[in-house]
């Protein structure tokens, strides 16, 4: 992957499995990359990849199971209505 300079590495690599996500590559309550396998693929030290994961985890799109990884989140299938 070519890393744009000016965006956080993490961010990027969060974009994309966030992409990953919403296109059903990564269906819900299946997993989600891990830390090494996040390593390996984006070429990122490790800190790098938790970073990762923790973004996920905090916009809701993962959660995680101690012990066992982080797993998609159940997605609404139906938006919120806007006021």
Same mark, same amino acid.
């Given at each position: 992957?070519? !890393?744009?300079?000016?965006?956080?590495?993490?961010?990027? +690599?969060?974009?994309?499995? /966030? #992409?990953?996500?919403?296109?059903? *590559?990564?269906?819900?309550?299946?997993?989600?990359?891990?830390?090494?396998?996040?390593?390996?693929? !984006?070429?990122?030290?490790?800190?790098?990849?938790?970073? +990762?994961?923790?973004?996920? /985890? #905090?916009?809701?799109?993962?959660? *995680?199971?101690?012990?066992?990884?982080?797993?998609?989140?159940?997605?609404?299938?139906?938006?919120?209505?806007?006021?």
């Amino acid at each position: 992957m070519q !890393f744009v300079p000016d965006i956080p590495r993490w961010r990027q +690599v969060a974009e994309v499995i /966030r #992409r990953r996500i919403e296109d059903g *590559t990564y269906p819900p309550r299946t997993r989600v990359p891990s830390v090494v396998q996040i390593t390996a693929e !984006f070429g990122i030290a490790a800190a790098t990849a938790q970073k +990762v994961l923790q973004g996920l /985890r #905090r916009e809701g799109l993962t959660y *995680t199971e101690p012990g066992l990884g982080s797993f998609v989140a159940e997605r609404s299938e139906t938006p919120a209505e806007e006021s």
